[in-house]
């Protein structure tokens, strides 16, 4: 006897959206296991000033969990945290979460999974075990900042914080502070830099596509309008679902539509960057859609406003508060910001995991990650995982992709019968091949771009799946069980 039929690992929107499907589908038997002191995942743990969501809150949310009253378009961090907290107390999932339990390792034992489960040291909370039928793997993507390997960086006297990571007793009015990388969450840090007084030195290795993110606040009576109207609440919500998925044409390289949002983008900037040799420095070489289009009103202004300084090459050494660009330009500082984003391709729950003849995760994804259906795993029976290989999405919410994969889960687990659920060996393969094949002449994987989507190691597309929702939908419903290994004879005579 197992100690719970399902055991999930992370109460992020992954985690917590696993634990809502099975509690809709009538399962009583599960736990989740997460490290911190409460929910949220990536917005409990990103704090930086002015983050916010770049999808528009009305899809960012789970389906059955409706909230008439952001306070805007694209919600801010501190907000989706609020709802999450919100989602998990209301539904009663907040008692089925166990807090401050890392997962140490697990392992499986031949019919189930030992979970080893972390303690803080104390004797009141002392490494554990917990045993589990199957376990699902909902700890998200994002999660390991990636730290450059700088020469000196040790020597650096002022405060080093990576945007995750963010210290809210750092000053800023008044202070030179240099961030390093162009990406989501600098977009959205420097104009709020600026806003605070600080001085900005931004070193930028490759320049983003970025387009208008527009959007607006929600007033009192726009939110009593849309929590007296459930129906038009739903709508919203399957009209922005219909908007996102739109967008995956442009961003997976059809000429007509890249073309399109390309001059967008270029107008945009020619419009905020009146300065011509700001602008050049600002403009992609790359195709639209290699790496992650950002949404932004405010970061080209900032850059414009003179309180920025765009150095355009990366940031290759430290020599105390002096930092050295590539292109030889040395810059004094006073804190160091590192928005260099996170270890996506080697996720680091990968090495905790193991599987059929004590192989790990991380040994099996040497490669690369690999599936079946993004979310089964050949030689890891009763093993699910969540916002894993290509899960991710570039044009809709990654909400949508969660709960297709726990619906999924749901199903699976209601035609287990009393065999663990092996995968094909050939069956991940046929889906790698598969993704292969689907991703092959888009801007991801095209020469001369590097993005977090794709894998070093093999070149392979592994973070995103390079298709609609519908498309992951329908991929999903054709996995069936010709997928599986058989159940051993004994077991289907005495399930018949």
């Not at 099975?22 to 930086?48: I, K």
């Not at 004797?123 to 900042?145: F, H, I, K, N, Y």
Request: aromatic share 8%.
């Amino acid at each position: 006897m197992t100690d719970v039929d399902v055991a999930i690992v992370g109460a992020g929107f992954a985690g917590l959206g696993m634990a809502l499907a099975l509690q809709r589908a009538g399962h009583g038997s599960y736990t989740v296991l997460e490290r911190a002191e409460e929910v949220g995942g990536t917005w409990r743990d990103n704090t930086y000033p002015g983050i916010a969501c770049d999808v528009p809150a009305h899809l960012y949310r789970f389906a059955e969990h409706p909230r008439a009253h952001w306070s805007h378009t694209f919600a801010p961090g501190g907000e989706i945290q609020e709802y999450l907290r919100a989602v998990a107390h209301e539904s009663g999932l907040h008692e089925r979460i166990r807090f401050r339990s890392p997962l140490r390792c697990a392992r499986w034992t031949g019919d189930a999974w030992r979970i080893e489960i972390g303690g803080d040291g104390t004797r009141a909370r002392r490494p554990r075990t917990l045993e589990a039928q199957s376990l699902v793997l909902a700890c998200g993507r994002l999660t390991q900042p990636r730290l450059p390997d700088l020469p000196g960086l040790a020597s650096f006297p002022g405060p080093v914080v990576h945007t995750a990571r963010w210290d809210h007793d750092m000053p800023l009015a008044g202070r030179r502070i240099a961030v390093v990388g162009t990406g989501a969450s600098a977009v959205q840090l420097v104009p709020e830099l600026v806003r605070r007084g600080a001085r900005v030195t931004l070193f930028q290795r490759t320049p983003a596509w970025i387009l208008p993110r527009g959007g607006a606040a929600y007033g009192p009576a726009e939110q009593r309008a849309l929590a007296g109207d459930p129906d038009a609440l739903a709508r919203l919500r399957e009209d922005l679902l219909i908007e996102g998925e739109a967008r995956f044409a442009s961003r997976s390289g059809d000429a007509e539509a890249a073309s399109r949002a390309r001059a967008a983008a270029l107008a945009h900037l020619a419009a905020q960057v009146p300065d011509r040799a700001l602008r050049d420095a600002l403009t992609p070489r790359y195709p639209f859609g290699c790496k992650r289009v950002l949404l932004s009103d405010d970061f080209y202004p900032a850059l414009a406003s003179g309180a920025v300084a765009l150095e355009a090459s990366a940031l290759v050494g430290v020599e105390g508060h002096t930092l050295i660009a590539a292109g030889g330009a040395a810059y004094e500082a006073d804190a160091l910001v590192l928005a260099t984003g996170f270890e996506t391709t080697r996720q680091p729950y990968a090495d905790l995991v193991e599987g059929e003849r004590g192989l790990t995760l991380a040994e099996h994804w040497s490669g690369g990650m690999t599936s079946l259906g993004s979310t089964l795993v050949t030689g890891f029976p009763d093993l699910y995982v969540l916002n894993g290989p290509n899960a991710s999405l570039g044009h809709n919410s990654a909400v949508l992709m969660a709960e297709e994969q726990a619906g999924f889960v749901v199903r699976r687990l209601a035609a287990r019968g009393d065999a663990p659920v092996r995968v094909r060996p050939e069956a991940e393969r046929a889906y790698t091949r598969e993704i292969e094949s689907r991703s092959a002449g888009t801007p991801w994987v095209a020469d001369g771009c590097s993005n977090w989507y794709v894998d070093e190691r093999s070149g392979r597309l592994t973070l995103l799946w390079p298709g609609t929702v519908q498309a992951f939908r329908d991929r999903l419903a054709r996995i069936g069980a010709d997928d599986f290994e058989p159940a051993p004879s004994g077991l289907l005579e005495g399930a018949s």
